[in-house]
Every structure is written in structure tokens, then in C-alpha cells.
């Protein structure tokens, strides 16, 4: 059973880093699709990034310029850099695993992917 657990949360002033982790167990294969999922208190979750199986990469016009997506395939770990974070990208921060998106052209919807992550938090301070 593919399990993916995210790491890397925190607590950062206004244009700081953080650099979240996901890791993937239970999938023997090195192609795969992660996607990045936030949702801030009161509203609904909202797709921010997504890595696919061919490595391409989208982003919503919020995070591109300042997050970036990659991956390790011997760790079987995706990243998402985070740069110059602002109040607004607080939030539960989730990494969602699928095994059939290959080529990415946007987030792929939430039936896309069958294992999620319990999350992490990031909070941005002024």
C-alpha cells in the first residue's frame, strides 16, 4: 500500500524559505505524480503544485516564481522549495501521490490521486 508522509513545516517571517518534503513508501517504481495541496483555516483545499511521472511541473499563478517542485528518485522524496512566503500562503500544507498522471498541463483533480498525506503546517508571520 503506497503511503506518502510530508515533512518540513514551520513557522517563517514574511519573505522566508521553507522547504517541505514528501515521502513516498510502498511504490516500487520511480515515476509518479505528487501533487502539493494547502488549505488555510476557514477555506477550501487548493492545488499549488504538481510534479508528474515525466517530471514535468505546473504551478498556480500565486506560488510560480517563488516555489519550485523536484524530486529525488533513489530517496523517492518530491520537494517544493518555497520562497519570499507571504501571509497568504499559510496554511496545512498536503502532497498527494498518483500513479497515472504522467505529463502535467495543470493540478490534476482530487480523484487523480489515491494516497494523501496527514500534512504540515506553514505559517507566515509579518
Known amino acids: 500500500q503506497v503511503q506518502v508522509a510530508e515533512s518540513g513545516g514551520g513557522s517563517v517571517q514574511v519573505g522566508g524559505s521553507l522547504r517541505l518534503s514528501c515521502a513516498v513508501s510502498?511504490?516500487?517504481?520511480?515515476?509518479?505524480?505528487i501533487g502539493w495541496f494547502r488549505q488555510a483555516p476557514g477555506e477550501q483545499r487548493e492545488g499549488v503544485a504538481a510534479?508528474?511521472?515525466?517530471?514535468?511541473?505546473f504551478y498556480i499563478g500565486s506560488v510560480k516564481g517563488r516555489f519550485t517542485v523536484s524530486r529525488d528518485n533513489t530517496q523517492k522524496t518530491v520537494y517544493v522549495e518555497m520562497n519570499n512566503l507571504q501571509p497568504e500562503d499559510t496554511g496545512m500544507y498536503f502532497c498527494?501521490?498518483?500513479?497515472?498522471?504522467?505529463?502535467?498541463?495543470?493540478?490534476?483533480?482530487?480523484?487523480?490521486?489515491?494516497?494523501w498525506g496527514k500534512g504540515t503546517q506553514v505559517t507566515v508571520s509579518s
Open positions: 498527494a501521490f498518483s500513479d497515472s498522471v504522467n505529463n502535467i498541463q495543470n493540478i490534476p483533480g482530487d480523484r487523480w490521486f489515491h494516497a
Open positions: 510534479i508528474g511521472g515525466d517530471d514535468s511541473t
Open positions: 510502498g511504490y516500487r517504481f520511480e515515476s509518479f505524480c
